[in-house]
Structure formats: structure tokens, C-alpha cells
């Protein structure tokens, strides 16, 4: 089965309305995608006039249609290029930094508007104006030519902005992930394997998901039930677990024996 190919995020140019894909704009896609962002949301509030708060009647007010702000990070590394190389990581940087110059209005050619940006990763869609730019530059070369570079972006709009999901929901089992179930208050890994019907392999779970003491876990521990389960050719060639097991089989020389790992079980 091949991997699932990698998502880019991507910047591309709104309309003033914050609706509308410009026409004939080419997507910015980043060169790396963000480890993590955050979303905001605000209401302006303030104190109504007349309240009496000695009364207990002094409550708040809702104010405007609230904001929404993004705030993410992303990276760029002309040393990592191997496709269409440059050799100022500022020809990479210019494209993000376009989204924060200020142009006439279409509207109201008097006053100044940044373009308007849609930051698309996946099914996440954030739309609003780049409110705030930090560039960093960094390792430079030999010329004095930035070759790295980091740049904060602050995105917002004037309204709180509800996820949408137009499709149904897809989620299901990942290939290369296997389903994690935290530890019980007062369960022991024991209690953990029979109730998953997988009593007999208490020991193996313990030892692949490194558990030194299966009789006190931590709450809220994530342990793989799946792991160790099955042939004990899993753990280890030859290796048996608990009393009564099978004997391993004799091995051709050198002849040693393989012990099972001590689980700190008192």
C-alpha cells in the first residue's frame, strides 16, 4: 500500500469581500507545512450604562460581531530546494509579505486595503487580512545572502468564523496507526488485556508497550492492546512468557538462551 501523497498549505489572494478568489492568481504554496496554529475568537464587551453592580445588576453587553484571528508560523530553506533553486531565501518570503502591502482600495480608491488572503491546509480554510508580519532571517551565506528564514503571520476578520464541513465524516482506521486505549483509574494491565479479550497476552503487551510495573499504571496512559499480541515470535525468537510455558527450542551453536525481560512485577 503507498502513502497518501502530502498536503500543502497554500495562500491564495481574495477579493475585498474576503469571499472571492481573485482572478488569475497563482496559489503560494508553502515550502513547509506549520507544525501547529492558533485560532482566536473575541467579542468586544463592555459595562451597559445604568448597571448597578452594588445591585448585582451590572451585566455585560455584547458589542460588534466579534473577530476571529489566525496565528501560524511558517518556515523557509533555499538550502533545501532541489527544484528551481535561489539563493536568497527573500525571493520566497516576497510572496507572503505581498499579502501585507497595502493597495488602493476597489472600493474606495482613497483609502488602503491589504489584499485578501485564504490560508487553505486540507479541509481547514481561514479567510481574513494579514493583520501582523514578523520576518526572521537567518544562516547566511558567505555573500551575506539569508538562506533561512521564519515568518508569524497574524490573519483575522471582523466576524466569528464557524468550521463548515461540507462532506461527510471519513474518519476510520489509518494505515501505519493502530488505536491507543488510556489506562483506567485503579485498572491493571491485566485488567486491561481481559477486558480487550486478550488476557493470555497480558506480559507481551507489557513488555512491547515498555510498562515496568503492569500493576500500577498511571490514568490516562495510552497503551497499545495490540502490540505483543498474537505468536511470541513478536517479542523475540524463541522467547515464552509466563509460567507453564513451552520450553524454547534448542538453538544450533554457540547455544545460549534468550531470558524474558523483567517487568518489575513484585
Same mark, same amino acid.
Given at each position: 500500500m503507498t502513502d497518501a501523497a502530502l498536503v500543502k498549505a497554500k495562500l491564495i489572494e481574495l477579493e475585498e469581500d474576503l469571499v472571492t478568489e481573485k482572478a %488569475? $492568481?497563482? /496559489?503560494? /504554496?508553502v515550502q513547509f507545512n506549520p507544525e501547529t496554529f492558533k485560532v482566536t475568537y473575541a467579542n468586544e464587551v463592555k459595562q451597559p450604562e445604568g448597571g448597578d453592580q452594588a445591585a448585582g445588576t451590572s451585566g455585560m453587553q455584547f458589542v460588534g460581531a466579534g473577530t476571529t484571528k489566525l496565528a501560524l508560523t511558517l518556515w523557509f530553506d533555499v538550502t533545501a530546494m532541489t527544484e528551481e533553486p535561489v539563493d536568497d531565501v527573500r525571493r520566497l518570503t516576497s510572496k507572503v509579505i505581498y499579502f501585507m502591502t497595502p493597495r488602493a482600495s476597489q472600493r474606495d480608491a482613497s483609502k488602503l486595503v491589504p489584499p485578501g488572503l485564504r490560508f487553505v491546509w486540507g479541509s481547514f480554510i481561514f479567510d481574513g487580512m494579514v493583520e501582523g508580519l514578523e520576518e526572521s532571517l537567518e544562516f547566511f551565506s558567505p555573500d551575506g545572502k539569508p538562506l533561512r528564514a521564519q515568518i508569524t503571520l497574524?490573519? %483575522?476578520?471582523? +466576524?466569528?468564523?464557524?468550521?463548515? $464541513?461540507r462532506t461527510p465524516n471519513s474518519a476510520g482506521p489509518r494505515a501505519g496507526q493502530r488505536p491507543f486505549t488510556p489506562a483506567p483509574q485503579g485498572k491493571s494491565l491485566q485488567d486491561m #488485556? @481481559? #477486558?480487550? %479479550? +486478550?488476557? %493470555?497476552?497480558?506480559?507481551?503487551? @507489557?513488555? @512491547?508497550?515498555?510498562?515496568e510495573d503492569p500493576l500500577r499504571i498511571k490514568p490516562g496512559t495510552p497503551i497499545d492492546l495490540n502490540l505483543g499480541t498474537g505468536a511470541s515470535a513478536r517479542i523475540g525468537a524463541g522467547t515464552s512468557f509466563g509460567a507453564g510455558a513451552p520450553a524454547a527450542p534448542a538453538l544450533s551453536a554457540p547455544d545460549f538462551t534468550i531470558a524474558p525481560p523483567r517487568l518489575g512485577i513484585s
Open positions: %488569475g $492568481f497563482v /496559489p503560494v /504554496p497574524t490573519v %483575522g476578520q471582523q +466576524k466569528i468564523l464557524v468550521s463548515e $464541513f #488485556a @481481559a #477486558a480487550d %479479550g +486478550k488476557g %493470555g497476552d497480558w506480559q507481551a503487551i @507489557a513488555s @512491547a508497550n515498555r510498562i
